[in-house]
């Protein structure tokens, strides 16, 4: 079980300018070390872990008003790719009149932002395992198992992350072996049209199946 002595919050400066109410309400959502191998970056050239890329990002948590609205930040934390993280996903005030955080049952909605480049979304996979749940619930707790920001609204992943590799995915002499094969959601074994082979070195391989 992951567990928390505390919860802290702080307003840090990002380039995404995503701002949050803090409420009487909240949910902990766990950002466990042994998962962080299933959370990428994606986009049409490819796909890359977290853990290659070394530019200042922050990992948040976003929710809807309404169908179809704009995306609402509900609490955030840096990315530290050294130790668990947790996000603090902020609740509704019911005292006031307008949304100000997750309402009840919420499913859950991550949102990535890079160094210089701006806000990136992607749909999670979450644990149900107990005592964790894969949507909102007030003093609920939630953990992340993987998920992949991409591919839609991203150009190009080495466009965004230009500079900022923290291996060699260019040296063709590297020894490379496949880790593992996901899905678009960063899950493994599924049977999936578009999917995405992991190397060794870093590199990531986009494949569609063609019946």
């Known amino acids: 079980m992951f567990l928390f002595s505390n919860v802290a919050y702080s307003?840090?400066?990002?380039?995404?300018?995503?701002?949050?109410?803090?409420?009487a309400n909240n949910a902990i959502i766990a950002i466990q070390q042994d998962n962080f191998d299933n959370i990428y970056l994606g986009g049409p050239d490819g796909a890359t872990s977290l853990?290659?890329?070394?530019?200042?990002?922050?990992?948040?948590?976003?929710?809807?008003?309404?169908?179809?609205?704009?995306?609402?930040?509900?609490?955030?934390?840096?990315?530290?790719?050294?130790?668990?993280?947790?996000?603090?996903?902020?609740?509704?005030?019911?005292?006031?009149?307008?949304?100000?955080?997750?309402?009840?049952?919420?499913?859950?909605l991550f949102g990535l932002c890079v160094d210089g480049y701006g806000s990136i979304f992607g749909v999670p996979?979450?644990?149900?395992?107990?005592?964790?749940?894969?949507?909102?619930?007030?003093?609920?707790?939630?953990?992340?198992?993987?998920?992949?920001?991409?591919?839609?609204?991203?150009?190009?992943?080495?466009?965004?992350?230009?500079?900022?590799?923290?291996?060699?995915?260019?040296?063709?002499?590297?020894?490379?072996h496949l880790l593992k094969t996901i899905d678009v959601y960063g899950r493994e074994n599924y049977n999936s049209t578009t999917f995405f082979e992991l190397y060794s070195d870093g590199s990531v391989v986009k494949k569609i199946k063609i019946n």
Not at 11 to 23: A, I, L, P
């Open 51 to 108: 853990l290659y890329v070394e530019c200042s990002m922050w990992i948040g948590v976003f929710y809807q008003t309404f169908e179809g609205g704009p995306l609402e930040c509900a609490g955030y934390t840096e990315w530290d790719g050294t130790g668990n993280m947790a996000v603090t996903a902020w609740g509704d005030d019911s005292t006031t009149n307008e949304q100000d955080g997750y309402s009840s049952g919420d499913d859950y």
């Open 125 to 176: 996979s979450m644990s149900t395992e107990s005592p964790f749940t894969d949507f909102y619930s007030t003093n609920g707790f939630a953990s992340l198992d993987g998920v992949v920001f991409g591919p839609n609204g991203v150009n190009s992943v080495s466009q965004i992350i230009q500079g900022c590799w923290s291996v060699n995915l260019s040296n063709d002499n590297l020894n490379k």
């Open 11 to 23: 307003q840090v400066d990002n380039f995404c300018n995503w701002d949050y109410s803090v409420t």
